[in-house]
T-cell receptor, first 116, second 113 residues
């Protein structure tokens, strides 16, 4: 069966420090991968998505970047965190091309980031 | 910008009540639809997919109306454990056989004794 791992679960970082959040998927190949942010009391905002290795699309301009160095690994980074980067970061995956679009999306357990 | 709109609530209902949520979407090309449930400080989890013919899973019924561009979720015989935020999700094609989901901001349900 497929599983998605996301770490760390919580993180407190000072303003101006770098960030690296990692997400890996097991039990599937060529998944579509997504990074979301959920600010307190707000909806899920799509940050990045990837349909393959090295292919990253950004939905909104921001202080963050994403990379996909391996098929099942998705990394969210920042060189210098801002206070506004605080939030609940969620990685998600779904089956890739030519597959059942009714499969739905599975989320990792999330990283709660507080920038101080 | 493609939009997915939900009434944020909260819907405050007694145990045993029937409650319904609606969600409207703006992109007529949207292909597939889902309801997710999110508990406080947890990740969203898939509740059910929504098909044109409507589908039922126990106490939950989901409907899709493509003409009016909305989906609905009906919960019968509400339980305390149904208290959560319910997210509407719309899958939009981006070309090349891929899709990206757009999430509504969620509807909060509180079931009280």
């Amino acid at each position: 069966s497929q599983t998605i791992h996301q770490w760390p679960a919580t993180l407190v970082q000072p303003v101006g420090s770098p960030l690296s959040l990692e997400c890996t998927v097991e039990g599937t190949s060529n998944p579509n991968l997504y990074w979301y942010r959920q600010a307190a009391g707000r909806g899920l905002q799509l940050l990045f998505y990837s349909v393959g290795i090295g292919q990253i699309s950004s939905e909104v301009p921001q202080n963050l970047s994403a990379s996909r160095p391996q098929d099942r690994q998705f990394i969210l980074s920042s060189k210098k965190l801002l206070l506004s980067d605080s939030g609940f970061y969620l990685c998600a995956w779904c089956r890739g091309l030519d597959t059942d679009i009714f499969h739905g999306y599975t989320f990792g357990s999330g990283t709660r980031l507080t920038v101080v | 910008r493609k939009e997915v709109e939900q009434d944020p609530g909260p819907f405050n209902v007694p145990e045993g009540a029937t409650v319904a949520f609606n969600c409207t979407y703006s992109n007529s090309a949207s292909q597939s639809f889902f309801w997710y449930r999110q508990d406080c400080r947890k990740e969203p989890k898939l509740l059910m997919s929504v098909y044109s013919s409507g589908n039922e899973d126990g106490r939950f019924t989901a409907q899709l109306n493509r003409a009016s561009q909305y989906i609905s979720l009906l919960i019968r015989d509400s339980k305390l454990s149904d208290s959560a935020t319910y997210l509407c999700v719309v899958n939009d094609p981006i070309g090349g056989g891929s899709y990206i989901p757009t999430f509504g901001r969620g509807t909060s349900l509180i079931v009280h004794p």
